[in-house]
């Protein structure tokens, strides 16, 4: 370990001995600390520069972390996080010497360009099925857990058919409030309904000549899927409030993440239109049923992440690989996109460390009711739960305890419901637009919670 009291003197020691980490602080006598970073910087982008600053809004050390520091300490110093840092520091120099590349066929994808990566079984399976669906004329059923890239196919299945060079459409069905959504679709004429001021256009004329995504078909109310099929089996259909019959030429495209199947048994969903929409099945596999794609999902956004956050992160270290292999990705693809954006955006060098990736990935998720620790009908077993927290050295027991009841306690009402949304929610007294980010969250999803009666959390008699 080398020291310099001045600017000068310390540009002139890192110049003759290459150190694996700095430690700079902002105010020097000759100097300052953002000079001296960005001359350290020019000389070796790679190594790790950590700054000490006396104010935690300190404008200069913001700035330089912005430019590529590595982190920044505030004053008076807490030395155990000064050693933290520093072995940090000297890791990502260590590894930088042991590179993961960037697969290159990944890095060829243009930017600003969407893909659907996978080379495994799963995923050759469904480029199978959108090149045999395709350039065909009929309805197709994209089928999959949230956030598994049922969009990405319904665009693909578009791109390469015979309607593209016509208009492609998408309109979640459950992102819209269900007194809007049948505007959305169909149009409405002027004095239809309070605030229709003006007439307007819904997708299905919009669209027509070209295809039209239904995403989360699933969460479609009951009356307008009776509207729905009426365009399925004759292509018209009338605005909201007009009773003039529009004839329309559109392809369907639909998606869900929902037990579409078992809805109909419940009658949530009408099986007339169940069978229109499942003229041709395209199956998406969750992430943690095709582990081989890990790596080249991982590779592709690190580069996404790279171009839109003007980062040089060439590769990741195998701690941190094998983190991303041991959680189950409850979120799957997008889930995975999330994280590694975060973990880019933290990272100051060029090596993505297991210690840039969130704490929630150290926490096995609770995707599955039967995954839950539980005794039988008397309930969850507390005790075991927090013994194995506390000896795994968390510093998140009360969020990982609220999220575990919150999953149980969403879970067995759902069952409770026999899959259905809204009526659960009011049980529960939250809104169905909380209920369904809670569902996303923690991974649940109703073909588990309806089929997967296991002995704990059964009907609680």
């Given at each position: 370990m080398t020291t310099a009291t001045s600017a000068e003197a310390g540009i002139g020691l890192f110049s003759t001995t290459r150190p694996d980490a700095v430690i700079l602080d902002v105010l020097l006598p000759d100097r300052t600390g953002l000079e001296v970073f960005r001359e350290l910087h020019r000389l070796d982008p790679k190594v790790p520069v950590i700054l000490i600053t006396a104010g935690g809004t300190s404008d200069t050390a913001i700035e330089a972390m912005k430019l590529g520091a590595f982190d920044y300490l505030l004053k008076p110093l807490d030395f155990g996080r000064v050693r933290s840092l520093v072995r940090r520091a000297f890791e990502i120099r260590r590894l930088m010497r042991e590179p993961v590349s960037v697969d290159p066929e990944v890095g060829a994808i243009p930017a600003g360009h969407d893909a659907i990566v996978g080379r495994g079984p799963a995923m050759q399976e469904v480029y199978k099925a959108i090149g045999r669906v395709a350039p065909q004329t009929v309805t197709v059923l994209v089928r999959g857990e949230s956030g598994t890239g049922k969009e990405l196919v319904g665009r693909a299945i578009y791109q390469h058919s015979n309607r593209c060079d016509g208009p492609f459409l998408a309109v979640n069905c459950a992102a819209i409030p269900e007194t809007l959504l049948e505007s959305e679709l169909f149009g409405h004429e002027k004095g239809a309904f309070t605030g229709a001021d003006r007439r307007h256009i819904g997708k299905f004329e919009q669209c027509s000549g070209g295809t039209l995504l239904l995403d989360e078909i699933g969460d479609m109310p009951l009356l307008l899927q009776g509207k729905i099929l009426r365009v399925l089996q004759d292509q018209q259909f009338e605005r909201v409030g007009g009773n003039q019959t529009i004839r329309t030429d559109v392809r369907i495209i639909a998606s869900t993440n929902r037990d579409l199947e078992q809805m109909v048994?419940?009658?949530?969903?009408?099986?007339?239109?169940?069978?229109?929409?499942?003229?041709?099945?395209?199956?998406?596999?969750?992430?943690?049923r095709r582990p081989e794609d890990l790596p080249l999902l991982v590779d592709h956004f690190l580069v996404r992440a790279n171009r839109e956050l003007g980062k040089d992160i060439r590769s990741i270290a195998p701690e941190a690989m094998d983190l991303l292999r041991a959680y189950a990705w409850p979120g799957n693809v997008r889930q995975l996109q999330s994280v590694l954006k975060q973990a880019v955006l933290r990272t100051a060098g060029p090596v993505l460390v297991a210690d840039y990736l969130p704490d929630t990935l150290r926490i096995a998720p609770l995707t599955e009711p039967t995954q839950a620790p539980v005794l039988g009908s008397a309930g969850m077993d507390w005790d075991r739960f927090l013994e194995e927290r506390l000896q795994s050295g968390t510093n998140r027991l009360y969020d990982e305890a609220i999220g575990l009841l919150e999953r149980l306690l969403i879970t067995r009402v759902l069952r409770h419901t026999a899959g259905n949304q809204l009526q659960a929610a009011k049980i529960l007294g939250i809104t169905r637009s909380t209920m369904r980010a809670k569902m996303r969250q923690f991974g649940i999803t109703l073909g588990r919670v309806i089929h997967d009666e296991s002995p704990h959390d059964g009907d609680g008699s």
């Open positions: 048994a419940a009658g949530a969903f009408r099986s007339d239109l169940y069978y229109r929409l499942n003229v041709y099945t395209i199956t998406l596999p969750p992430l943690g």
